[in-house]
């Protein structure tokens, strides 16, 4: 598969680390994200946006379900685009 233009990739070596994150989720439907500066994940069954530091320290949250202040009553969130502010 290209990747940026280039045809032929080789991947000699692959380095994973388990980063604890110190509020858990609550177990609902959603993807993960990772940035160099953030990692987050996007709730679906809470409509919420979380974000943590690569060393898995709680930043904050963003969106949810309600009429508060960063809430909605839309009941999801489907999308959320990298370019946000939050990033």
């Keep these: 598969m290209p990747y940026r233009g280039k045809k032929d990739i080789t991947v000699s070596t692959l380095s994973l680390e388990n980063v604890p994150l110190t509020e858990r989720e609550d177990g609902s439907a959603g993807d993960f994200y990772v940035t160099d500066e953030r990692i987050g994940f996007i709730d679906l069954g809470a409509s919420t946006v979380k974000e943590w530091t690569p060393e898995g320290e709680f930043i904050d949250h963003f969106v ?24």
């Design 64 to 87: 949810g379900l309600g009429r508060g202040p960063n809430e909605t009553m839309i009941g999801r969130v489907e999308g959320y685009t990298i370019d946000s502010p939050l990033l």
